[in-house]
């Protein structure tokens, strides 16, 4: 194998890294002139830069003659372009944002292969094709972390706002509250029914007020949803005053067949409160009046 195929560009990754590596950075805050200067810390994008350059120098010094870079996941300069491109998938950039960043190397290393091999351009082909298959290897590689810390991210923001999306919220001593708003699928009702055996498990919660006026569609999923949760809060010894019920929710328990018999229902939220107080002997009555 002739390790000195790609002499052009170990000469120039060698002697002129500083000039290359400047050249880069420039490049780079060109494409990202828009997101300066809070998305990013420049000096730390400077030195990521600087080592990312040390190690490409490594993989072109020993690219095979036959073409075709061969590198697995961890391969330094995959991990060094994974974490880059993680963080700024974490940091809100663009797919097209972080591919640039290594698409101005390929740009820079290029217009300085042409230069230097102006007069040889068989030698030029070669340089050039080591520069494109290696670049583009990395470009892939860039795409493939965002993508994989993306999905990551968005997976994580979605368990998140189920969970803040089904609070359970204790009113009193042993009155508890859960208030559904939005669409209930399948796994966000498995979540509040299992947050909701938890909490009365938790505080022995005698009545639970679970309020659906700002359920925006009460169908039959959402009914058996709501039922397979009323029936396990009742297994655990609480009562259930269901409150926000609307005509359509109502028509459609009907359908069903459902009754609610062991379940006391309310128009609003402020009488299904009242009655779950109620329950356990407590009301709510002026300042003055308790004073007197």
Same mark, same amino acid.
């Given at each position: 194998?002739?390790? #000195? ?19 880069w950075v420039a490049e780079i805050l060109t494409s990202w002139s828009s997101l300066l200067p809070n998305t990013f810390n420049v000096d730390e994008m400077? +030195? #990521? ?50 591919? +640039?960043?290594?698409?101005? /190397? ?8 042409? #230069? ?7 030698? !030029? ?10 670049? =583009?290897? /990395? ?16 997976? +994580? +923001?979605?368990?998140?706002? &189920? ?19 939005? &669409? ?29 006026? =700002? ?6 999923? &959402?009914?058996? #949803? ?15 005053? !269901?409150? =926000?019920?609307?005509?359509? =929710? ?5 359908k069903l067949g459902i009754s609610l018999p062991n379940v006391i229902t309310r128009a609003t939220l402020r009488s299904g409160v009242a009655e779950a ?16």
């Amino acid at each position: 194998m002739n390790l #000195h195929h790609l002499a052009a560009l170990d000469r120039l990754l060698s002697e002129q890294r500083t000039v290359l590596h400047e050249k880069w950075v420039a490049e780079i805050l060109t494409s990202w002139s828009s997101l300066l200067p809070n998305t990013f810390n420049v000096d730390e994008m400077r +030195q #990521h830069t600087a080592l990312l350059l040390e190690e490409i120098a490594k993989i072109f010094s020993a690219y095979p003659e036959s073409g075709l870079w061969e590198f697995g996941e961890t391969h330094p300069l995959v991990l060094a372009m994974s974490e880059f491109s993680a963080s700024r998938a974490v940091s809100g950039f663009t797919p097209t944002e972080t591919a +640039q960043y290594v698409m101005c /190397l390929k740009s820079v290393l290029t217009l300085a292969l042409i #230069h230097e091999l102006m007069s040889s351009p068989v030698e !030029m082909k070669v340089n050039l094709a080591a520069v494109e298959d290696v670049i =583009g290897r /990395l470009t892939l590689v860039t795409f493939s972390a965002f993508v994989e810390t993306r999905e990551r991210v968005i997976l +994580q +923001q979605s368990a998140s706002l &189920v969970e803040l999306s089904t609070p359970v919220i204790r009113l009193w001593d042993h009155v508890l509250l859960l208030p559904l708003v939005g &669409v209930i699928d399948t796994a966000r009702a498995r979540k509040f029914t299992e947050n909701l055996l938890e909490a009365i498990t938790r505080y022995e919660a005698s009545v639970t007020v679970i309020d659906v006026t =700002g359920v925006p569609i009460f169908d039959i999923s &959402v009914a058996r #949803h709501l039922m397979k949760t009323v029936d396990a809060a009742q297994l655990l010894g609480t009562r259930v005053v !269901m409150t =926000g019920l609307n005509p359509d =929710g109502a028509l459609t328990l009907t359908k069903l067949g459902i009754s609610l018999p062991n379940v006391i229902t309310r128009a609003t939220l402020r009488s299904g409160v009242a009655e779950a107080l109620s329950l356990i002997n407590r009301r709510i009555v002026p300042v003055a009046s308790s004073r007197s």
